[in-house]
């Protein structure tokens, strides 16, 4: 006979038998790790194009490799002391400031000098040269017999695609005397904004091309000390 007290003994029993059951579980699927997507540098401006009417050609920079921020651009003026026409060099944001009225100033992706070649001071841009020729100072060629056949002795090297000059050469005096260091063209697009020289400014060709054609002789270049070690080696 069905009675109230097995009723409910069958159900403690169940609920026993229940809670003693290993319960079945969809097995989860295995995480897939998307990476993100690359960051999507955009295209470069129109004047960073290959220029054909220099006496050399001058490729065009390729793209995703110079970052936005060293683009030759106009900015607010960040040394509003500074006198316009005067060049400021920051070694350690890789710019070089070209100081112009009402506040602004035009603005360079600059690679500068490595560690133990740092220069930095107050010069005076005595000249300009295009398609200059590259006389080694005797002191790189203790460092690098190799260019020996460049010396101010041999004449230097021609201008040319593989001049480290480039396609312009600014020269820094000081008391009236050839500081040896120079703003030239011929940089690496994948070493701008970084200190790998042995103490020039280097910009590219087609961002120096344009500072000749704004600056005028005689004016102050202020090149700032460097407050931090370089990452890379001097290149030349």
Request: proline share 11%; net charge negative.
């Amino acid at each position: 006979m069905f009675t109230r007290r097995r009723f409910f003994a069958g159900g403690s029993a169940l609920a026993l038998s229940a809670c003693g059951m290993t319960p079945q579980t969809t097995p989860m699927p295995e995480e897939v790790f998307i990476p993100p997507p690359e960051p999507v540098m955009p295209l470069l401006p129109a004047h960073y194009g290959a220029i054909m009417d220099e006496p050399f050609p001058i490729p065009a920079v390729p793209e995703n490799v110079v970052h936005p921020r060293l683009w030759r651009q106009e900015v607010d003026n960040p040394f509003p002391d500074d006198t316009p026409g005067t060049i400021v060099v920051d070694p350690d944001a890789g710019y070089l400031h070209l100081i112009g009225q009402n506040g602004r100033a035009m603005r360079y992706g600059a690679g500068t000098g490595a560690d133990a070649f740092a220069w930095h001071g107050n010069a005076r841009l005595q000249f300009c040269r295009s398609w200059p020729r590259w006389r080694v100072p005797e002191t790189m060629i203790a460092r690098q017999p190799e260019l020996e056949p460049y010396s101010v002795a041999n004449g230097g090297m021609d201008p040319g695609p593989g001049n480290p000059l480039g396609a312009r050469a600014l020269y820094l005096f000081q008391n009236g005397e050839d500081t040896l260091y120079r703003i030239h063209g011929a940089c690496e697009p994948e070493y701008l904004g970084k200190a790998v020289s042995s103490g020039c400014v280097r910009l590219l060709d087609h961002d120096v091309i344009d500072l000749h054609e704004r600056v005028q002789h005689g004016v102050t270049i202020r090149v700032l000390r460097s407050h931090k070690p370089a990452a890379f080696a001097a290149v030349y």
